[in-house]
């Protein structure tokens, strides 16, 4: 009884993972004008305020795309890593401040 009680724990992870992922991905494309302005700025050589926010926000995006590749794969620890809520947070603050 335990371990279908843990299987079941551990698939509600997996999927709470995944759909952390997904809407995450969808508040990422709302700001997906200011992170092509920053990263563009940045290889040009001419780094700004946007550059500097746009490598922070897709750093922190990459960064929870390898926990979450790891969770799925390697091992469920990983599972306290996920921080997708403070990506949207960040994500959040940029749309209502804007330019």
């Known amino acids: 009884m335990f371990s ?3 299987l079941s724990t ?3 992870l997996e999927k709470i993972a995944i759909t952390k992922l997904i809407l995450t991905s969808i508040v990422m494309l709302s700001i997906i004008d200011f992170l092509q302005l920053g990263l563009t700025s940045l290889f040009k050589g001419h780094p700004n305020r946007y550059s500097v926010i746009a490598t922070g ?3 922190l995006y990459a960064y929870q795309v390898l926990v979450i590749y790891l969770v799925l794969t390697v ?10 809520s403070i990506l949207a947070v960040m994500i959040t603050y940029v749309n209502i401040l804007g330019t």
């Open 4 to 6: 279908s009680h843990l």
């Open 75 to 84: 091992n469920l620890a990983f599972t306290c890593n996920i921080n997708l």
């Open 10 to 12: 551990t698939a509600s």
């Open 57 to 59: 926000i897709t750093s």
